[in-house]
């Protein structure tokens, strides 16, 4: 082949590839106008959902864990086990104590039922003094009479009245005694209130211990996934600390995109959205826009800008955008919290 056949097919080729990378250009162009004047884009959106934190009610040591990394669950599935001696020996104490306050109220009724009996035998006791003081007081009179008349000695007389004197005494003592055996049976009545709001207190505690070694049993609370384990058996947890995330199977799952204040002018509740997920590239995902962040990303920064100080560089911030997915809940369960993708506010 000669030389110059070789350069003219060089030529020819560079032409062709500099024909045909000169319409890629011009496509690319277009297709990038065109999407401009169809589309508000941006690659700065993430996939979120909601990360429900599993806490323990009660501290502990941890017996055993029942769950691996990223494993599904289901609702009420133990997820981990506390170690319950200690709250089963507590809950026997609870017991005991509510069986002593119980037994306190046995003790009391009987208690009473004596002092009720006690009563009646006094108030019998009361009614001979009464007779005996109205026979003795009969028996005064007369010997008085019979002393005016000279009928009886002075001794005598003296001796009646003395009667007379201790048989008042004793019906006074013995209505001094049946007000007291009252004011006991009074006080016996009184204990019994004391006594029932201390049994209610102790059933009260002891439906409590009985409680903490429910919670010893930590269940998942929907159906999910588990994220990374990162506790281990024989570790002391505290109350409320967090053993493991979870994601709920029942809630939606959303993107949060981060546009430009220049490109949000004509956002609107409802708006139509299309997703690009950089994990599954040629598959679209389809959404509305559910909401507008009331200020800019920046805002919620632990150091928020304050362009009064320094020196003023103007810098364009961003609106976090919430768009609610669409599409069904098959094809939305391959979707990971944190996935980067890119989305497109259809004008």
Same mark, same amino acid.
């Given at each position: 082949?000669?030389?110059?056949?070789?350069?003219?097919?060089?030529?020819?080729?560079?032409?062709?590839?500099?024909?045909? *990378?000169? $319409?890629?250009?011009?496509?690319?162009?277009?297709?990038?106008?065109?999407?401009?004047?169809?589309?508000?884009?941006?690659?700065?959106?993430?996939?979120?959902?909601? &990360?429900?934190?599993?806490?323990?009610?009660?501290?502990?040591?941890?017996?055993?864990?029942?769950?691996?990394?990223?494993?599904?669950?289901?609702?009420?599935?133990?997820?981990?086990?506390?170690?319950?001696? /200690?709250?089963?020996?507590?809950?026997?104490?609870?017991?005991?104590? *509510?069986?002593?306050?119980?037994?306190?109220?046995?003790?009391?009724?009987? =208690?009473?039922?004596?002092?009720?009996? =006690?009563?009646?035998?006094?108030?019998?006791?009361?009614?001979?003094?009464?007779?005996? *003081?109205?026979?003795?007081?009969?028996?005064?009179?007369?010997?008085?009479?019979?002393?005016?008349?000279?009928?009886?000695?002075?001794?005598?007389?003296? =001796?009646?009245?003395?009667?007379?004197?201790? #048989?008042?005494?004793? *019906?006074?003592?013995?209505?001094?005694?049946?007000? $007291?055996?009252?004011?006991?049976?009074?006080?016996?009545?009184?204990?019994?209130?004391?006594?029932?709001?201390?049994?209610?207190?102790?059933?009260?505690?002891?439906?409590?211990?009985?409680?903490?070694?429910?919670?010893?049993?930590?269940?998942?609370?929907?159906?999910? %996934?588990?994220?990374?384990?990162?506790?281990?058996?024989? %570790?002391?947890?505290?109350?409320?600390?967090?053993?493991?995330?979870?994601?709920?199977?029942?809630?939606?799952?959303?993107?949060?995109?981060?546009?430009? /204040?220049?490109?949000?002018?004509?956002? #609107?509740?409802?708006?139509?959205?299309?997703? /690009?997920?950089?994990?599954?590239?040629?598959?679209?995902?389809?959404?509305?826009?559910?909401?507008?962040?009331?200020?800019?990303?920046?805002?919620?920064? &632990? &150091?928020?800008?304050?362009?009064?100080?320094?020196?003023?560089?103007?810098?364009?911030?961003?609106?976090?955008?919430?768009?609610?997915?669409?599409?069904?809940?098959?094809?939305?369960?391959?979707?990971?919290?944190?996935?980067?993708? =890119?989305?497109?506010?259809?004008?």
């Amino acid at each position: 082949m000669s030389k110059n056949k070789i350069d003219r097919i060089v030529v020819n080729t560079t032409q062709w590839l500099g024909i045909i *990378l000169l $319409a890629g250009i011009i496509i690319w162009a277009g297709k990038y106008f065109w999407e401009g004047q169809k589309y508000e884009q941006t690659n700065d959106a993430q996939i979120d959902a909601y &990360l429900s934190p599993v806490n323990v009610k009660i501290g502990g040591y941890i017996k055993k864990i029942y769950y691996r990394d990223n494993q599904l669950v289901h609702k009420g599935d133990t997820l981990v086990w506390i170690e319950p001696d /200690e709250y089963g020996l507590k809950k026997d104490a609870a017991d005991g104590e *509510l069986m002593s306050a119980r037994a306190k109220l046995e003790i009391l009724d009987a =208690n009473e039922e004596t002092q009720r009996k =006690n009563i009646e035998v006094i108030r019998a006791r009361l009614s001979g003094a009464q007779a005996k *003081l109205e026979q003795q007081q009969k028996e005064f009179e007369r010997y008085q009479n019979m002393l005016k008349e000279a009928s009886t000695t002075q001794q005598k007389f003296e =001796n009646v009245k003395a009667a007379l004197i201790i #048989h008042q005494s004793s *019906l006074e003592e013995t209505e001094a005694t049946l007000k $007291a055996a009252e004011s006991k049976l009074n006080d016996l009545v009184a204990e019994r209130s004391a006594i029932h709001a201390d049994i209610k207190i102790r059933e009260a505690l002891l439906a409590r211990q009985e409680l903490d070694i429910q919670y010893t049993v930590v269940t998942a609370p929907f159906d999910g %996934q588990v994220g990374r384990k990162t506790i281990q058996e024989g %570790q002391l947890v505290q109350p409320g600390q967090t053993l493991v995330f979870m994601t709920n199977e029942s809630e939606d799952k959303w993107v949060v995109a981060n546009f430009k /204040e220049t490109q949000i002018g004509a956002f #609107h509740i409802g708006q139509q959205a299309k997703i /690009e997920v950089d994990a599954f590239p040629g598959e679209s995902f389809y959404g509305t826009i559910e909401s507008k962040s009331p200020t800019t990303g920046s805002r919620y920064s &632990l &150091l928020p800008p304050d362009n009064a100080t320094g020196n003023f560089v103007k810098v364009i911030q961003r609106i976090p955008i919430r768009i609610k997915l669409t599409d069904t809940k098959d094809k939305l369960a391959k979707l990971s919290a944190g996935m980067n993708a =890119n989305v497109y506010i259809i004008k």
